[in-house]
């Protein structure tokens, strides 16, 4: 009876950290370029043979990395990332990469995020542009102009997020060293047009409510299996 209820409890520490992931998923389904947070999971088997017991590990975070729909803002200092790639800002926390591409340029000419840090360019370095010039042109490889003439280009890096990511705000993650993406045809830029989360709110809400009952299901267990073993305590007792 013991052993049922630890593996009752082993499936709610699983549960309850799916439960977090889901929760954090739908806070954030409005959040530019936010990638959704899942959690796989796997079995601990404990013992041999027929006397082997099966737990529940915690389970290890993994980020979705499927696109959001594009939504087009016409707003020329909005930026969306097709294909596999992100941009790549300069932060307290070392270089950062991002889905989000809502930027803006400060009065001297250097283009930042919403959160005010600098964008950088394929070399690494900080994006500066004319700011008398008004709005840049960006092309689909991400090069940008200003009446006509070439003043830089948004650089563009490949990430794939480890096991031990760490995030930055809700919509970036800190890379340690980002490669550029250079001479990548399905990888480029949509001025006018932010990315969406890559959440699916309905579906969300529906694994959230199936957490929770799941969750609910397997406390009444454990009541009943804590009741069994004190009607058993009871009885031997006697």
């Known amino acids: 009876m013991q052993t049922g209820l630890y593996v009752a409890l082993s499936s709610q520490v699983a549960l309850e950290k799916r439960l977090g992931t889901l929760a ?16 796989n999971f796997r079995d601990m088997v404990n013992g041999d043979g027929p006397d082997s017991v099966s737990f529940a ?7 979705a990395i499927h696109a959001g729909g594009l939504r087009e803002t016409k707003n020329p200092f909005d930026f969306a990332v097709q294909g596999d790639a992100w941009f790549a800002l300069e932060t307290p926390a070392g270089t950062v990469v991002t889905r989000d591409g809502r930027f803006t340029m400060r009065e001297t000419g250097e283009l930042v995020s919403i959160d005010g840090h600098p964008v ?37 890096y490949a990430f794939a997020p480890s096991q031990d990511y760490a995030r930055f705000g809700n919509s970036g993650f800190v890379a340690n060293d980002p490669q550029p993406v250079i001479d990548q045809p399905d990888a480029g830029v949509a001025q006018g047009f932010v990315e969406e989360a890559n959440v699916n709110p309905v579906l969300e809400m529906m694994n959230l409510i199936e957490v929770q009952r799941t969750f609910e299901h397997v406390s009444a267990l454990m009541s009943d299996s804590d009741t069994a073993l004190k009607d058993a305590i009871k009885l031997l007792g006697a």
């Open 57 to 63: 590990a915690p389970g290890t975070p993994s980020i």
């Open 24 to 39: 954090d998923n739908v806070a954030n389904a409005g959040t530019v370029g936010y990638r959704a947070t899942s959690v």
């Open 120 to 156: 950088l360019d394929a070399g690494g370095a900080p994006l500066l542009l004319d700011p008398l010039a008004g709005p840049p042109e960006a092309s689909a490889d991400g090069t940008l102009r200003q009446n006509g003439q070439l003043v830089g280009a948004i650089g563009l």
